[in-house]
């Protein structure tokens, strides 16, 4: 158990919807990554917040946001969802601003968009 | 562009044999590597890192080697066991650029007994 926590583990829903995934880090860890495991794309990173705020961006689409929050859990928003959306979508925790520091993941939160 | 690669997608091993899984990467600046493993259902589970400084890094049944001469990393499994069975991601960073983990495809390593 990493201590990563992310809920729901999975997600079914319809294409043009809305989801939210929510993710609590390690204990004391204060930035959050997200990444999305797909099977022709493998594990990309999506986003990092430190702290409540925006840290560095990945190959995000804008259909999709993120926030941490001052408890610092963080969401991450899927919009007008498209069938090529569904994917695992991994949380990870590092205790502070990342780079060269290790990443802790969560169990993921399989989304499958029909 | 600059990706971190394996160079076998499976491995098959007996157990009790070592294992060696390779990693190629692209970017000579990226200064700290680490290898994960995920079994299936599950996220990627840390199993050791390495920073540029160093050559050589050992854990417990695990080593890892990096050579930067010719950009390549290697994980070896000593005495590999059914519970080795996964897939093996190698990962690396670069310092002052946040958090941001480029990833291999991976490698499936399967253990027979």
């Known amino acids: 158990d990493s201590g990563v926590t992310q809920t729901p583990k999975h997600l079914i829903t319809a294409t043009g919807q809305r989801v939210t995934l929510r993710c609590s880090p390690r204990?004391?860890?204060?930035?959050v990554y997200w990444y999305q495991q797909s099977l022709d794309q493998g594990l990309q990173f999506l986003i990092q917040?430190?702290?409540?705020?925006?840290?560095a961006k990945g190959n995000i689409l804008e259909r999709f946001s993120a926030q941490q929050f001052p408890d610092l859990h963080s969401e991450l928003n899927l919009s007008s969802l498209e069938l090529g959306d569904s994917a695992l979508y991994f949380c990870?925790?590092?205790?502070?601003?990342?780079?060269?520091?290790?990443?802790?993941f969560g169990p993921g939160t399989r989304l499958l968009v029909l | 562009g600059e990706s971190v690669g394996l160079h076998l997608p499976t491995l098959s091993v007996q157990e009790g044999d070592n294992s060696i899984i390779n990693c190629a990467y692209s970017?000579?600046?990226?200064?700290?590597f680490i290898w994960y493993k995920q079994e299936s259902g599950k996220g990627p589970q840390f199993i050791i890192d390495?920073?540029?400084?160093?050559d050589k890094r050992q854990g417990q049944r695990v080593t890892v080697l990096l050579n930067k001469t010719v950009k390549h990393l290697s994980l070896q499994i000593a005495a590999t066991q059914p519970g080795d069975s996964a897939v093996y991601f190698c990962a690396e960073d670069k310092v002052n650029q946040g958090g941001k983990l480029i990833f291999g495809q991976g490698t499936e390593l399967s253990v027979k007994p």
């Open positions: 970017n000579s600046a990226s200064d700290y």
């Open positions: 917040y430190y702290n409540g705020e925006e840290r």
């Open positions: 990870a925790s590092s205790a502070n601003s990342g780079g060269s520091e290790t990443q802790y």
């Open positions: 204990s004391g860890d204060l930035s």
């Open positions: 390495i920073r540029s400084n160093m």
